[in-house]
């Protein structure tokens, strides 16, 4: 068959809203799709190229020849299309694109579904229509645990270095040492972890296909397709299905703000700056040595949208959260004087952004009212998580990096220095209501010399746990929805090496056993305690019993549910010396039982505390007409709830 006897590839409709950045499904008609045309089966191609001389579909169908399927351009739209008849899934291409300058670049496909893992770079033709889902009732559901008033206890993954085969014989031949477990492995080992140790989601580091491992996928090519590292897009499927059928939500790490030079990338596509500013003041990023999207282009705007929703539609997954927010609302992010240009007004907010993101959220919530948008927002714009209608960027979380920072820094002092710095503990509930805010434990903080969770905890081994335990329960407690990266859970010592695996084998022993234990309760205790989770928002669910107590290093306060009588008494003790006698003001004249205590010996602790419950006294305290008197154990946590009929 001819492959230039079918014509109209795309419609009049279609090519009006690609044209206008309104085609919010492009991926269906953009890319390499497998059909079937006058009854003939073959591969439709179309790929937007405005300033190329010429395209040609090159693979290992015709021996990777620049001649043998030419395509042709829909004039006025910059869309050169074309159908290859009997070619099948499975099969290797890219594009050749001719420049005006007489050079030839091999180009990917900024549309494919799957690629080869890399090195390699070629696109696969993939057909996504043949698997069969099994997840109907967690999509019929899953507004529930999604929703801002459920608990949300987040573990994000590097799916790479979670763990690694255990045998050469599981290894893939050819590779050298451990090999990375597959998609299939994952979504029977990660998910099972995961749903043990309670997680509500798992969040993944970007797995879009991404040519350096080092950059953890945070540099990615293929914005339409799950790497290749661990099996094809229907593995993946499988992964993400494996996860809602155990009641575990799927989040996406993804990345519209940059995107990488490598040459057989978007970088400079047709011999123009197509999907990157042109000026290096606009479309250079100075850190991470990336291209910037030019979102003030239709064409790119509608690119990235449609990734968007291409991973909410297709894979299922239930939220994204947005990478280096704060990089693509500034136009002097990280630039010295000079080295940036100003928005048409002279200032310094990138309109174009703004704009872009608010348009995502709006789509994402029309589309997918159910799902989670997170802004990884690290500066004091204001309203990220308020709707767009309100003035706001319209995430529905944004992640609280100011808690993170003070809260890290103030459990690294020596607790005899730590009296000097409690505004650092107090501090975020002057701001923590101004945001729907998540608190992250994140892979940011276990690199680059910042050290492991537990190795950043001063003392002996046994302080060091403690200290874990206790700041691991302020993270609980503290208002907000939860994120902790993969390790921080069992108290890895070492920083995380994404070419490795975790050190499971540090589980032999019994502190490390423990600490994962107490995640484990903590996890329990914050699902099943309405008062922990349900009003992470509002002030009305949180409540001061006393913050002025720095010369001890010690804080206590309340968290309220919804309903009238439900909350916890919440107390922290930041030294390694046990308080006895300490009094602190409660509501009820009632028995308050011990529902964690840190220092218990199961977790590993000293063992000092309350005998597991406690009765109020008609004595005032702290504003409070009753109060109790409490032993409270070195570097430990009590949380305390009353006992009613």
């Given at each position: 068959h001819d492959p230039y006897f079918f014509r109209d590839l795309l419609s009049d409709y279609d090519l009006h809203l690609l044209g206008e950045g309104n085609h919010f499904r492009s991926y269906q008609k953009l890319g390499a799709?497998?059909?079937?045309?006058?009854?003939?089966?073959?591969?439709?191609?179309?790929?937007?190229?405005?300033?190329?001389?010429?395209?040609?579909?090159?693979?290992?169908?015709?021996?990777?020849?620049?001649?043998?399927?030419?395509?042709?351009l829909h004039p006025g739209t910059g869309i050169w299309q074309l159908f290859i008849p009997g070619l099948e899934g499975g099969a290797l291409y890219k594009y050749a694109v001719?420049?005006?300058?007489?050079?030839?670049?091999?180009?990917?496909?900024?549309?494919?579904?799957?690629?080869?893992?890399?090195?390699?770079?070629?696109?696969?033709?993939?057909?996504?229509?043949?698997?069969?889902?099994?997840?109907?009732?967690?999509?019929?559901?899953?507004?529930?645990?999604?929703?801002?008033?459920?608990?949300?206890?987040?573990?994000?993954?590097?799916l790479g270095s979670w763990k690694r085969k255990a045998s050469p014989e599981e290894s893939t031949p050819g590779k050298d040492g451990p090999q990375p477990l597959?998609?299939?492995?994952?979504?029977?080992?990660?998910?099972?972890?995961?749903?043990?140790?309670?997680f509500t989601h798992i969040e993944l580091l970007p797995i879009t296909e991404h040519p350096y491992s080092g950059s953890w996928g945070y540099q990615s090519t293929g914005y339409f397709a799950p790497t290749s590292r661990f099996g094809n897009p229907d593995d993946f499927r499988y992964f993400v299905d494996k996860c809602h059928q155990n009641g575990i939500g799927v989040?996406?790490?993804?990345?519209?703000?940059?995107?990488?030079?490598?040459?057989?990338?978007?970088?400079?596509?047709?011999?123009?700056?197509?999907?990157?500013?042109?000026?290096?003041?606009?479309?250079?990023?100075?850190?991470?040595?990336?291209?910037?999207?030019?979102?003030?282009?239709?064409?790119?705007?509608?690119?990235l949208l449609s990734s968007a929703l291409f991973w909410l539609d297709q894979y299922h997954l239930d939220g994204l959260r947005v990478d280096a927010v704060a990089s693509m609302l500034y136009l002097d992010y990280s630039r010295e004087e000079g080295d940036w240009l100003p928005n048409r007004?002279?200032?310094?907010?990138?309109?174009?952004?703004?704009?872009?993101?608010?348009?995502?959220?709006?789509?994402?919530?029309?589309?997918?009212?159910?799902?989670?948008?997170?802004a990884e927002e690290s500066t004091a714009w204001p309203s990220v998580s308020r709707p767009t209608y309100l003035g706001g960027l319209g995430f529905n979380l944004k992640w609280n990096m100011g808690w993170m920072h003070d809260s890290l820094e103030y459990i690294s002092k020596d607790p005899i220095h730590r009296k000097f710095h409690h505004e650092k503990l107090t501090f975020s509930l002057l701001y923590a209501f101004s945001e729907n805010y998540l608190l992250p434990l994140s892979h940011d903080e276990v690199v680059h010399g910042k050290r492991s969770l537990?190795?950043?905890?001063?003392?002996?081994?046994?302080?060091?746990?403690?200290?874990?335990?206790?700041?691991?329960?302020?993270?609980?407690?503290?208002?907000?929805?939860?994120?902790?990266?993969m390790g921080g859970e069992f108290g890895q010592w070492s920083e995380w090496d994404s070419e490795g695996a975790l050190d499971w084998h540090l589980l032999n022993w019994d502190l490390h056993r423990q600490v994962r234990e107490f995640v484990r309760e903590l996890?329990?205790?914050?699902?099943?305690?309405?008062?922990?989770?349900?009003?992470?928002?509002?002030?009305?669910?949180?409540?001061?019993?006393?913050?002025?107590?720095?010369d001890h290093s010690v804080i206590s306060f309340e968290r309220r549910g919804s309903q009238v009588g439900d909350y916890l008494i919440l107390v922290y003790n930041f030294t390694p010396r046990p308080r006895t006698d300490y009094r602190i003001g409660v509501p009820d004249l009632l028995s308050y039982r011990e529902l964690l205590n840190s220092d218990a010996r199961h977790w590993g602790g000293s063992n000092l505390g309350n005998l597991g419950q406690?009765?109020?006294?008609?004595?005032?305290?702290?504003?409070?007409?009753?109060?109790?008197?409490?032993?409270?154990?070195?570097?430990?946590?009590?949380v305390l709830k009353p006992e009613r009929e």
């Open positions: 799709h497998p059909e079937t045309r006058h009854r003939v089966k073959g591969v439709r191609f179309a790929v937007w190229a405005p300033n190329a001389r010429a395209i040609s579909v090159t693979g290992d169908f015709n021996g990777w020849s620049r001649r043998r399927h030419p395509m042709e001719h420049l005006r300058s007489g050079q030839i670049l091999d180009k990917i496909d900024p549309y494919g579904f799957y690629f080869e893992e890399p090195p390699q770079t070629a696109a696969v033709v993939h057909d996504l229509s043949h698997y069969e889902w099994q997840d109907e009732d967690w999509m019929k559901g899953r507004a529930a645990p999604n929703g801002l008033q459920a608990p949300i206890s987040i573990y994000e993954v590097h597959g998609y299939r492995q994952l979504a029977d080992e990660l998910v099972e972890y995961a749903r043990e140790m309670g989040l996406l790490d993804w990345v519209p703000g940059h995107f990488p030079r490598d040459l057989h990338g978007l970088a400079s596509f047709d011999g123009s700056h197509l999907y990157e500013h042109a000026d290096p003041r606009q479309g250079a990023h100075p850190d991470w040595g990336t291209l910037i999207f030019n979102l003030g282009r239709n064409e790119v705007r509608n690119f007004y002279g200032g310094k907010e990138n309109l174009e952004a703004i704009d872009f993101l608010r348009r995502f959220n709006e789509l994402v919530f029309e589309y997918y009212p159910d799902t989670l948008s997170i537990i190795d950043k905890m001063p003392g002996d081994v046994w302080q060091k746990f403690a200290n874990l335990r206790l700041y691991l329960t302020y993270f609980f407690g503290h208002p907000g929805k939860k994120l902790l990266f996890n329990r205790l914050y699902r099943s305690e309405p008062s922990l989770h349900q009003i992470d928002f509002h002030w009305k669910g949180f409540e001061w019993i006393d913050f002025h107590d720095q406690i009765q109020a006294e008609e004595v005032p305290k702290h504003g409070r007409k009753y109060s109790l008197t409490l032993t409270l154990p070195p570097l430990g946590a009590l």
